[in-house]
């Protein structure tokens, strides 16, 4: 068989192609506006901009790759700091709150020094360690797993839903409140939820591999079965969460041009319309009284009200940013700098729950405490959360946030290095499963982050050694060269 040896190659045999240079597109397109559009918050525009820039920018040291954690984390930043403020720009009035929005200014100035510290911790890396993974790659075959497996994997959703519903986690808290003794179970059917999206990945994998119309449509039918088992629940998250990951992954499988805009645009739009019919949806009195058929009734006929639009819900939904404005101006003038606050009690979380000492409990949800306390989030049952970028700079000022942003850079190039250098299905497995934590860390505390690479990247890598392990009992060789056909 042929050999080849692919340097820096995050995609395996195939060589993905530097796909995020198009995101400069975004940043430049904001400049554009705020050279020849008198908007009434000039300031904003400006600051947007640039923050923008700093935000693709971060994406240089991931090589453009798509399927990468360093540019889901750059993207989710750039989607919730920039992007966000320049829709709000675009309304007729802005989404967020008139007191929060007052501090948008502080946010991108946030924004920009954080995404340009985690530019420099992320490409530092890539300098130091540029040349030293170097792969030895079998570009003749490629190995998929069969449609058996993939539809197996999937079918672990009807189950994981069921026990949602039943412990009471299953809705969000605005329709029916959340039994929160369930919490600790709830940790491990969302572990078991993302083991069961790796069918819908790895089908999706395989249709780009295969291109047969049978692997496509079986696809989509694999995509929408979460979608339409959670829907009810009224939670954007457990309804549309991995379909972000999704599309990432397809940019960087697809091949076709054609075939990738198409579908890419398919699915944007798709999940615009589920977010807004979700935010009505949640607003709409007496929902928690029906039962589950009239739920899908309520759904599918959601009327935008007087006093919202749906273009205000999806901007006000996606405006997280001002967390990080309302800290940064309330800090320490009103509120004095945490410092070191709750780290004394960080080690339980290498101990489980009944090991840990009464009283002293672990706080997981500090980041929405803080937010409440900041009075981004006018009762504790609202979500916004506290943003990584606002909770450094709640303890440490700047300094928190240019150290913190630079380890984060640093940190997620070298997981880039250490686990997407490979040609297996362990790679995107792995991918899959942990990506789901580095897409939400943007908006997260520094307590949530130090999980996240420590108790959840050991337990992630151990779940995805397994289920790799089992895949290859259900895996074939997809000739690529002679292009045969796997008709498994």
Not at 66 to 78: A, D
Not at 247 to 264: D, P, T
Not at 394 to 403: L, V, Y
């Amino acid at each position: 068989m042929q050999k080849t040896m692919i340097k820096e190659n995050h995609l395996g045999i195939y060589k993905e192609k530097s796909g995020g240079r198009y995101l400069f597109i975004i940043p430049l397109l904001m400049l554009s506006y705020a050279i020849f559009n008198n908007t009434s918050y000039p300031t904003v525009a400006w600051l947007a901009t640039a923050a923008a820039f700093a935000s693709v920018l971060a994406i240089v040291a991931a090589n453009y790759k798509f399927m990468s954690f360093v540019t889901v984390y750059s993207l989710m930043n750039l989607i919730t700091y920039p992007i966000a403020a320049f829709a709000n720009l675009l309304l007729e009035s802005p989404a967020v709150r008139s007191d929060l929005w007052a501090e948008t200014d502080m946010s991108m100035v946030g924004g920009i020094i954080g995404m340009l510290s985690f530019f420099l911790g992320a490409f530092l890396y890539k300098t130091t360690h540029m040349g030293k993974y170097v792969l030895e790659t079998d570009i003749s075959t490629i190995r998929i797993t069969k449609k058996k497996f993939n539809i197996s994997l999937v079918c672990l959703i009807f189950l994981i839903a069921a026990l949602k519903y039943n412990t009471g986690l299953y809705y969000h808290g605005s329709i029916i409140e959340t039994d929160m003794s369930f919490s600790g179970f709830n940790n491990t059917l969302e572990h078991l939820t993302w083991v069961a999206y790796c069918g819908i990945f790895l089908q999706v994998y395989r249709y780009t591999i295969t291109r047969k119309n049978i692997d496509g449509i079986l696809s989509i039918v694999l995509i929408l079965v979460p979608i339409l088992i959670y829907l009810p629940s009224g939670a954007r998250e457990q309804t549309l969460g991995f379909l972000p990951l999704l599309i990432i992954a397809y940019i960087s499988w697809e091949k076709r041009n054609k075939f990738k805009f198409f579908i890419v645009g398919a699915c944007g739009i798709s999940i615009i319309v589920i977010l807004v019919a979700i935010g009505i949806y949640r607003d709409i009195q007496g929902v928690s009284e029906v039962g589950m058929a009239e739920k899908y009734e309520l759904l599918m006929s959601v009327e935008k009200g007087e006093s919202v639009t749906p273009e205000s819900i999806l901007v006000g939904r996606l405006s997280d940013f001002v967390a990080t404005g309302r800290i940064i101006s309330e800090t320490p003038t009103v509120y004095p700098y945490r410092y070191l606050e709750g780290v004394e009690d960080w080690w339980q979380i290498a101990v489980p729950g009944f090991l840990r000492p009464a009283g002293r409990e672990i706080h997981m949800q500090d980041g929405a405490e803080t937010a409440f306390k900041y009075g981004v989030n006018i009762s504790e049952t609202y979500s916004t959360p506290v943003m990584t970028i606002g909770d450094l700079y709640s303890r440490f000022g700047w300094s928190g946030i240019i150290i913190g942003m630079f380890c984060m850079g640093l940190i997620l190039n070298k997981l880039d290095n250490s686990f997407l250098q490979n040609d297996t299905l362990h790679k995107y497995i792995f991918f899959i499963l942990f990506c789901r934590v580095v897409w939400r860390l943007y908006a997260s505390s520094l307590l949530i982050n130090f999980v996240a690479f420590t108790r959840d990247l050991l337990l992630i890598y151990i779940v995805a050694l397994v289920l790799y392990k089992i895949s290859l009992r259900y895996a074939v060789l997809y000739h690529r060269l002679s292009d045969k056909r796997v008709n498994n």
